[in-house]
């Protein structure tokens, strides 16, 4: 059994796009009908795809704010 300190990497975003396009593909294979089996699938993917988008604008967001903090701190002591 694993110890509970073994960490997975996370999946990157490159990674959930290359898993969507994986499932396009079979589900074109399938036809319309049996391609609706993909469907949960597809749509955990599109979850976490937008998790990943949303994550990586936050911490953007808080980079941008603390330059711009530390620039108002770096002016104001000048």
């Known amino acids: 059994m694993p110890s509970r300190s ?3 990497k996370p999946v990157t975003l490159d990674e959930i ?3 969507l396009d ?3 593909m079979r589900m074109d294979k399938l036809g319309p009908q049996r391609a ?3 469907l949960p699938i597809w749509r955990a993917l599109e979850r976490e795809r937008e998790k990943r988008i949303e994550a990586s604008a936050i911490l953007a967001a808080a980079k941008a704010r603390l330059t ?3 620039d108002r701190t770096a002016a104001l002591s000048s």
Do not use: D
Request: no cysteine; charged share 35%; proline share 0%.
């Open 6 to 8: 073994t960490k997975r």
């Open 36 to 38: 609706e089996l993909y």
């Open 68 to 70: 711009r903090s530390m």
């Open 22 to 24: 994986l499932v396009a």
């Open 17 to 19: 796009e290359t898993f």
